[in-house]
């Protein structure tokens, strides 16, 4: 089972920046997926940025130029640097991971982080 911890959420006035991390207990999937996803009240939760085990990265439209995801495999860790940041981007952000086997998937989620963009 993989435990996701994430850390760096709080209030942060428009045009600010903050840093998401979040370290997974293990990686044990050669090919996987960590992803940020943020779900605000009465929204559905939606993708905003992931990266593969290749390094190769997607985001949402609404945070292209923004926002920046990485990782640091020797941690386990995912890193979502988001900056100029819009009262639009508050909302819950939760890490996830997609593990890839032979014939299957797995996913895990953790706790999420409050993220609240106001003035």
């Known amino acids: 089972q993989v435990q996701l911890e994430e850390s760096g959420g709080g209030l942060m006035h428009p045009g600010g920046s903050l840093r998401l991390s979040c370290v997974a207990s293990?990686?044990?999937?050669?090919?996987?997926?960590m992803a940020w996803y943020r779900q605000a009240p009465g929204q559905e939760r939606e993708l905003v940025a992931s990266?593969?085990?290749?390094?190769?990265?997607k985001y949402a439209e609404s945070v292209k130029g923004r926002f920046t995801i990485s990782k640091e495999d020797a941690k386990n860790a995912v890193y979502l640097q988001m900056n100029s940041l819009k009262p639009e981007d508050s909302g819950v952000y939760y890490c996830?991971?997609?593990?890839?086997?032979?014939?299957?998937?797995?996913?895990?989620w953790g706790q999420g982080t409050q993220v609240t963009v106001s003035s």
């Open positions: 996830h991971y997609l593990g890839v086997g032979i014939g299957h998937e797995v996913e895990y």
């Open positions: 293990e990686t044990p999937h050669s090919i996987n997926v």
């Open positions: 990266i593969n085990s290749g390094g190769s990265s």
